[in-house]
């Protein structure tokens, strides 16, 4: 899992990036958006990212993602409406394993609001096994592995 930081990291330390609009159904009775809200963010990132590069076809893939593990740390509250940037990059990658995390950023400022991410094993669609990380889907994120010092 991510180490917990004591302040929130800036953009400097993300390769792509995708801008997720809040909805009005996700705000809480709080008033900001809801803990569990930020997950389906996170995962509209890395599979649109996965999409986009042309290795995940989600209804036709042999080889697939699976999440075994998802953590999500908040630097300050975010509510409807507001547009977020959200940088992806790879903590870690394994031999079937891969360690994402994305940084959700109010546009405009340089501070992330929330950080979080999760781990996929790669596993063959029909039996669920963990299959190696195939050379495409590899290539595509090694281009999002983290290369800066950690904050």
């Known amino acids: 899992m991510a180490n917990r930081r004591a302040s929130a990291p800036t953009r400097d330390l993300y ?46 893939s042999e080889i697939i993602g699976i999440v075994v593990e998802s953590h999500c740390q908040f630097f ?6 507001v547009l977020i940037d959200s940088g992806l990059r790879i903590e870690k990658l394994g031999t079937s394993s891969v360690l994402y995390e994305v940084g959700m950023f109010p546009q405009g400022e340089d501070r992330a ?35 800066r010092t950690e904050r």
């Not at 300050?76 to 409406?81: A, E, N």
């Open 113 to 147: 609001a929330a950080v979080g991410g999760f781990t996929h094993v790669f596993v063959n669609r029909s039996n669920n096994r963990p299959v190696p990380i195939p050379g495409e889907v590899r290539a595509v994120l090694e281009k999002l592995q983290a290369s």
């Open 76 to 81: 300050q509250s975010l509510r409807y409406p």
């Open 15 to 60: 390769a792509y990036w995708q801008v997720v609009s809040t909805r009005w159904r996700d705000n809480d009775i709080y008033g900001h958006v809801n803990n569990a809200v930020y997950y389906s963010y996170i995962d509209s990132v890395i599979n649109g990212y996965m999409v986009e590069q042309e290795v995940l076809d989600p209804w036709g």
